[in-house]
């Protein structure tokens, strides 16, 4: 699942995911994922798209920040 939500430049969509997670992402724009006990179990400064191996993530929410120049935007995820 592609993940999508506007902050201007940057985008995560609402949904899925299983063994990848995709965040749109531009060059600078800092992606954190964190569980739902806001513990950081993700956390990188995007050259592009963000693609993130999950496969070793356990099942259940998630929380994707995405941080740019334009403001910060967050968003859940589920891994099924």
Known sequence: AVMSLDCDRNAISAGLFDD???IKA????RVDVFTVAGQKIYS???SDNVVIATSA???GLYIIKVSSPYGTKTQKAIKR
């Not at 531009?26 to 724009?29: E, H, L, P, Q």
């Open 26 to 29: 531009s060059t600078g724009d």
């Open 57 to 59: 993530w356990q099942r």
């Open 20 to 22: 990848v997670l995709r």
């Open 44 to 46: 990188t400064t995007a």
